[in-house]
């Protein structure tokens, strides 16, 4: 999953890089409509890592961030609009990486859906 034991990720315009340390304390796919609306798809699917562990290799300036509720915080491109990660204000220890921005892509298992009850009719089923 990455070079000395770190994710690697970018936007897709490439104008920002960074590196996050494992290990992925879990993955996650979440259905609340906050996900929906930012990704555009059933789904935010992201990994948890310690937000310490982050670091913007290039593009820093780029990074802008939302601030969807009292609690979340949502860090996308300001050019191409790629999602990129989420916060927590009550978890400032811990940051969640958006899945589809990694480079190679996550291999690792994915533990928990969250707001099921909000997934889409139109997805799959099986």
Known sequence: ?????????????GGIRYR????????SHCYCSMCQKQHGAAAGSYAN????????EQGAQLVTEYASSDDGRRDF???????????????????????GTLEPEYSGPVERELFVENKPAWLPRG
């Open 1 to 13: 999953m990455g070079d000395c034991g770190d994710l690697h990720g970018s936007c897709l315009c």
């Open 77 to 99: 491109c300001r050019v191409c609009g790629s999602t990129l990660f989420w916060r927590s204000a009550a978890s400032p220890d811990r940051i969640a990486i958006a899945l």
């Open 49 to 56: 890592v310690a937000s310490a562990g982050l670091v913007i």
């Open 20 to 27: 996050a340390a494992l290990p992925v304390f879990h993955a």
